[in-house]
């Protein structure tokens, strides 16, 4: 089934009793190792199942799963080698399903057959087991930054989650630990050069709160950022709702309806680490505001048009 059309809600459709599913993805790599256009909100999708602390490391542990990628070994020193497969690969893993075939990456620089059968094989022997009421050998996954970017583990690095569905985001806040200690007696990590955009000696007119890695690691995260200290973000209890899924807490609370609700903020800086917080702690941290601030009504059109 092609993927801009597919529904990915019916992944996380439970089978009926006895019955095995098995999903076989066939990807191809678009400009820096991205889903083409037309399925990027399939991987956007997966990524947000991925990351959300809501959705429980069982999602799709009912589903087997097998991933083949397209692309070219040319750019693999560049690290955009079937990342989008890779990624995919290590997602359905890390949300409990089965991998039943070793990922496979097919370079367009070598003869498609060849790279295609051994991928091939490995599934229908795995198919074929299921079939007959037996379990399959669990294929292993593959390494690599593309990988670990994707996977929820326990051993944290930039980008990943913590394994578990009530924990969040473990990732060391910038200037925290050893790396705050190696940065001397700054009172506060958005003075830190690495932390915090711009020269801590600023005025904070003249401050920006977010740094490119700030952008970058919110961005993927799903936000739209909004001048240079607000956000706001398609929260996926507004999808559910417009599926007919159910709403989040504040509708069954207050009587919210979810899909006309927006996560927006005004400030991305925080002083806590909520565990049932949207901002997933890839947030800038601050007690006080030292930034320069954007006209409010700038903040509230862009947030709408977002």
């Not at 019955?19 to 400009?31: F, G, M, Q, R």
Request: net charge negative; proline share 4%; hydrophobic share 40%.
């Amino acid at each position: 089934e092609d993927l801009a059309s597919f529904s990915f809600d019916a992944l996380l459709t439970r089978p009926a009793s006895g019955k095995a599913e098995v999903v076989a993805l066939l990807l191809s790599t678009h400009t820096d190792g991205v889903l083409p256009p037309t399925c990027a909100h399939f991987g956007t999708l997966l990524a947000d199942h991925v990351h959300d602390f809501r959705v429980g490391r069982s999602a799709m542990k009912h589903l087997s799963f097998a991933v083949l990628g397209f692309g070219s070994s040319v750019y693999a020193s560049a690290g955009h080698y079937c990342t989008a497969a890779v990624r995919a690969d290590a997602a359905f893993a890390s949300l409990g399903a089965t991998r039943v075939a070793k990922l496979a990456r097919v370079s367009d620089t070598k003869e498609h057959a060849t790279q295609v059968a051994p991928w091939q094989e490995e599934l229908v022997a795995s198919v074929l087991a299921l079939l007959q009421g037996k379990q399959p050998p669990q294929a292993v996954g593959v390494e690599g930054r593309a990988a670990a970017e994707a996977a929820v583990a326990t051993t944290f690095g930039e980008g990943d989650e913590e394994e578990g569905y009530n924990s969040d985001d473990s990732s060391t806040t910038v200037g925290s630990g050893a790396a705050g200690a190696a940065q001397g007696n700054a009172s506060d990590v958005e003075e830190l050069a690495e932390g915090c955009a711009g020269d801590a000696a600023k005025k904070p007119q003249d401050r920006q709160m977010l740094t490119t890695k700030h952008r970058a690691q919110l961005t993927k995260e799903g936000y739209k950022i909004i001048g240079s200290h607000s956000a706001v973000k398609l929260c996926r209890w507004t999808k559910h709702q417009l599926r007919g899924r159910g709403g989040c807490y504040k509708h069954s609370f207050y009587g919210i309806t979810s899909y006309q609700c927006m996560e927006a903020t005004p400030s991305l800086a925080c002083a806590n680490k909520c565990v049932f917080c949207w901002r997933h702690h890839k947030n800038p941290v601050g007690t006080e505001w030292k930034w320069s601030m954007d006209p409010p009504d700038q903040i509230v059109a862009d947030g709408i048009d977002q």
